[in-house]
C-alpha cells in the first residue's frame, strides 16, 4: 500500500489577480480526496509591483529581492487562514512562487518566492523550485500539470475512456493526450485571445459572452483556409507558444459578427488539426478553461473532432481549483519519488522528479 499525503498547493498566475490555494490526499498516482479550495487576494501593492516586474520582461531585477519578501509574505498571510479556516494541518505546502519571466530559450524561469523563509514562517515543511530541476534535464520547465491530468482520467473518469484529451482553452490553447502511461502535451494555437481582443476592439464588452456575437456572424472561408497554412499547426509536439507567434490580424476589414465568426472558427480548426498529430484519435475530450462556458465554440469543436466533447465539469472535474491541485499532487510526486516531467510534455531528456523540500528553521 502506497502512503497517501495531505497537502496544500498555491499557485498565482501572471495575472497575479490572486493566489488559488487547494488540498487534496493522494499518493502521487490517483486522488483520494479533494478538500477544500479558494482564492486569496494580494495586497495590492503586491500586486502592482509584480506586474510591473513581469512588463519589464527580465530586466530590471534590482526590486525582486523585495517583490519576492512581499509575496512570500502574502502566502504566508493566505496559508495561514485557510489553515486556520479549514481545521488542516498538511504533510506539505507547495509553494510555486510567482513567474515574472519565463524564457525556455535561454533556460531560465523565475518564481519570485523564498520557500524556506515560508516553511519557517508557516511551521510547516514547503516543496518549492518545482520547474527548475526540468530545466536543468533540458525541458522547458512547462506545463507541469499533464501528469495530474493522467491522476484526474484515472480517478474521475477511467481508463475506459482513453485515449482522451484535456483540453485547455484560455487565451492559448493547449492539450494533454493520455493513454494508459502515454503522455503527451503541447500548445495548439490561439485559444479565446483574438476573440476577446477583436471583442474589446470594436467596443462590445471585454469577451464574446456566450458566442452570441460570433454566432450571428459569418465565417470568411478564404481567410480562415489561409490563417489555417500557419506552419505551427503541423508541428509534432511538445512545442509550445509565444504569445506573439500567432496574430488575429487576418479577421481586419471584416464587421464585428463576420470577423468574430471567423476567429471564433479559426479556434476551433486549430484545434482539429491537432487531432491529427496525436497517435490515436482520442474518444473523449474533456474541456477546461474559459472557452468551455462558450456554447457556440463547444458545438463546433463538437462537429469537428471525433470523439465527445464535454466540459470537464461534468466529470465533476473543478476547473477553477486544478492548477493550484497539480501543484499539490507533484508534491506528493516528490515525496513519493515519482517523476514529475516527461518527454512527451516538456521535452525534457528524461522523466524528472521536480521539486525541493525546504524544512522549518533549516
Known amino acids: 500500500m502506497s502512503d497517501h499525503y495531505s497537502i496544500l498547493g498555491t499557485i498565482s498566475g501572471t495575472s497575479a489577480d490572486g493566489i488559488d490555494l487547494a488540498w487534496i490526499e493522494t499518493d502521487g498516482r490517483t486522488v483520494a480526496r479533494f478538500g477544500p479550495a479558494e482564492t486569496a487576494s494580494y495586497r495590492p501593492e503586491t500586486k502592482r509591483r509584480v506586474l510591473e516586474a513581469a512588463a519589464r520582461k ?4 534590482d526590486d525582486w529581492p523585495e517583490i519576492a519578501a512581499a509575496v512570500t509574505r502574502d502566502h504566508a498571510e493566505a496559508i495561514l487562514g485557510f489553515l486556520a479556516t479549514h481545521g ?3 504533510d506539505a505546502v507547495v509553494f510555486h512562487g510567482q513567474t515574472v519571466w519565463h524564457d525556455p530559450a535561454k533556460g531560465e524561469t523565475v518564481q519570485l518566492g523564498d520557500p524556506q523563509s515560508l516553511a519557517t514562517d508557516l511551521n510547516v515543511p514547503v516543496i518549492g523550485d518545482v520547474r527548475l530541476a526540468d530545466m536543468v534535464a533540458g525541458g522547458q520547465g512547462a506545463p507541469l500539470v499533464p501528469v495530474y491530468h493522467q491522476a484526474l482520467a484515472k480517478t474521475l473518469v477511467g481508463e475506459d475512456k482513453e485515449p482522451l484529451c484535456f483540453l485547455n482553452i484560455g487565451g492559448v490553447s493547449n492539450l494533454t493526450y493520455i493513454e494508459g502511461d ?50 505551427f499547426l503541423t508541428e509534432p509536439g511538445p512545442k509550445s507558444l509565444d504569445r506573439y507567434s500567432f496574430s488575429g490580424e487576418f479577421a481586419e476589414g471584416l464587421g464585428l459578427e463576420d470577423g468574430a465568426a ?7 480548426a486549430a484545434i482539429a488539426s ?26 463546433a469543436l463538437a462537429k469537428l473532432l471525433a470523439g ?37 510534455t516538456t521535452g525534457v531528456s528524461k522523466p524528472v522528479v521536480g521539486g525541493k523540500l525546504f524544512t522549518p528553521g533549516t
Open 58 to 61: 527580465g530586466t530590471g531585477r
Open 88 to 90: 488542516l494541518a498538511p
Open 182 to 231: 502515454k503522455l503527451l502535451a503541447f500548445d495548439i494555437g490561439p485559444g479565446n485571445a483574438f476573440l476577446d481582443d477583436w471583442v474589446r476592439k470594436h467596443g462590445a464588452g471585454d469577451y464574446d459572452a456566450g458566442g452570441a456575437i460570433a454566432a450571428k456572424g459569418t465565417v470568411d472561408e478564404g481567410r480562415l483556409q489561409a490563417a489555417l497554412t500557419h506552419p
Open 262 to 268: 471567423t476567429l471564433l472558427a479559426f479556434t476551433a
Open 274 to 299: 491537432a487531432e491529427k498529430l496525436l497517435p490515436r484519435v482520442p474518444r473523449l475530450w474533456l474541456v477546461c478553461g474559459g472557452g468551455r462556458h462558450n456554447p457556440v465554440l463547444m458545438k
Open 308 to 344: 465527445d466533447v464535454v466540459s470537464a465539469d461534468d466529470y465533476r472535474i473543478d476547473g477553477d481549483a486544478l492548477e493550484a491541485q497539480a501543484m499539490a499532487f507533484l508534491g506528493a510526486r516528490l515525496k513519493a519519488g515519482l517523476p514529475t516531467t516527461f518527454p512527451g
